[in-house]
């Protein structure tokens, strides 16, 4: 799909950084086939306080390796267990790059959301390197063109997910029957949506901070033999194909309505896989039967989404922030570890940093 451009052999160094943010997807993507195809199409908000700060500095090499040359720094300290990962991903991207092995690669990144917090690092990580491997590319080849749909094809070759946190407000990631130009290989920009919700707020409860009991590639393969798979499936093109109609016309109502089924659902999937789990903690429910007396005491449309773990998003329109952010506090804090929250909203996508 993206041939590699041809380098120019006489720069010897080459500098890039970008930042990316996570990204919370409302119709989700859980099953996956070889090499990171989605089973289904997902739509996510595009997150902008929660990201990855990535620069990476390449350096000309004598001769040609046979392999990959990287140095990883994690908060400015070598990190040798992220390492291994890179290199998978190097050997995944290399055929859309001519130059990876023909230089050395120093790697920094720095998340400014805190560690094992369940937010997706993976996303945000992978989006910020794919951002600068396409500028350095881009760099080595005299070319001027950051190439958005590049960036987020090579990102999903890391992390799925990361696909969708190249650009924003919101990202479709998936081929879907009635949407136009939607790809398997990469995410596209959906805007054409409510005011409402060109400023959505997300704020992320932090109910558990530990090691997650399953790795994400372990609950999609868990889909190949589930048996509501196929159902599930189906579920989530229609869903997504209602919540289009939602987003652009601002129905707060059923946006809640398809959005907290697909939280549950995801979650549903999880605890009748075989190996079953359930990842959902005591204080999870505790919060989602709150969020939902608040909204039939308030009318105030807050709503929840999960990805795969315990913590909880809450999602509402600026609008109500005073509100909801005095119920987090009064009410919903006791169920957070450390009574700690992250406050966010949507953004733009990857960002060249100075």
């Known amino acids: 799909m993206f041939k590699p451009f041809k380098t120019n052999a006489d720069i010897n160094k080459v500098e890039s950084a970008f930042s990316a943010p996570s990204n919370i997807a409302l119709v989700k993507y859980w099953g996956k086939y070889p090499v990171q195809i989605p089973a289904n199409s997902s739509i996510s908000f595009t997150l902008d306080k929660c990201k990855t700060e990535t620069s990476v500095e390449v350096n000309k090499i004598s001769n040609n390796r046979e392999d990959f040359k990287i140095e990883v720094f994690v908060d400015d300290k070598l990190n040798a267990d992220f390492k291994p990962k890179i290199i998978k991903f190097f050997e ?5 790059f001519s130059f990876l092995k023909e230089y050395e690669f120093k790697i920094s990144t720095h998340n400014t959301f805190p560690h094992s917090s369940g937010i997706a690092s993976s996303a945000s990580g992978f989006a910020a390197l794919s951002a600068c491997l396409v500028d350095i590319e881009q760099k080595l080849s005299d070319k001027n063109n950051f190439d958005k749909s590049k960036a987020s094809f090579i990102a999903r070759l890391g992390s799925g997910s990361a696909a969708r946190s190249i650009s924003g407000p919101m990202m479709i990631w998936g081929d879907h029957s009635k949407i136009k130009e939607s790809s398997n290989e990469s995410a596209i920009i959906f805007r054409d949506i409510h005011e409402t919700f060109k400023d959505y707020q997300d704020s992320i409860l932090l109910v558990d901070k530990g090691q997650k009991q399953v790795s994400s590639t372990v609950g999609h393969d ?14 989530a093109q229609n869903h997504l194909s209602d919540l289009l109609q939602v987003l652009k016309g601002g129905d707060l109502d059923q946006f809640i309505k398809i959005t907290e089924s697909e939280a549950l659902s995801l979650h549903a999937m999880m605890m009748t896989s075989k190996p079953y789990f359930i990842l959902m903690k005591p204080q999870t429910l505790e919060i989602i039967n709150h969020v939902w007396a608040f909204r039939a005491d308030t009318d105030i449309p807050l709503s929840f989404t999960l990805d795969a773990g315990a913590n909880v998003h809450l999602l509402y329109p600026k609008g109500h922030i ?11 804090v006791q169920y957070c570890q450390n009574e700690q929250y992250i406050c966010d909203n949507v953004g733009e996508g990857v960002k060249p940093l100075a």
Request: glycine fraction near 0%; charged fraction near 25%.
């Open 92 to 96: 995944r991207v290399e055929p859309y």
């Open 222 to 235: 868990l889909m190949k033999n589930h048996p509501f798979s196929k159902n599930r499936f189906n579920q």
């Open 322 to 332: 005073t509100k909801v952010l005095e119920f987090i506090n009064t009410k919903l």
